[in-house]
Nanobody, 121 residues
């Protein structure tokens, strides 16, 4: 499984941004996909996850509740991370990852290369 994250850029606080994760053709429907991030000087943390079977979502990071959502378009083999009301603390490299298991299991074996989001005035 190959994943390609894109859409990262520099935005001012309060703005919105959508990241995309394109997954190898015809494999997306069989995989659970999650977004992770690594902020400068911090450990990597899970952000949001969406399951393969029914598209059920799970939020890993309390700090993004009410601001970030995740969606998938199986026809386009793409998972999206929709981010609103961005804060400087959201500055990080964002990665997408794939698992053949569930969001709860957090056993992600396949990783994309990451895309940088900078939130700064």
């Amino acid at each position: 499984v190959q994943l390609q994250a894109s859409g990262g850029t520099s935005v001012p606080p309060g703005d919105s941004l959508t990241l995309s994760c394109e997954v190898s053709e015809s494999t997306l429907v069989r995989h659970t996909i999650a977004w992770f991030r690594r902020a400068p000087g911090k450990e990597r943390e899970g952000v949001l996850c969406i399951s393969s079977a029914e598209g059920v979502t799970m939020t890993y990071a309390d700090s993004v509740k009410g601001r970030f959502t995740i969606s998938r378009d199986n026809a386009k083999n793409t998972v999206y991370l929709h981010m609103k009301r961005l804060k400087p603390d959201d500055t990080a490299i964002y990665y997408c990852a794939a698992s053949r298991g569930s969001c709860r299991g957090q056993n992600f074996s396949f990783w994309g290369q990451g895309t940088l989001v900078t939130v700064s005035s």
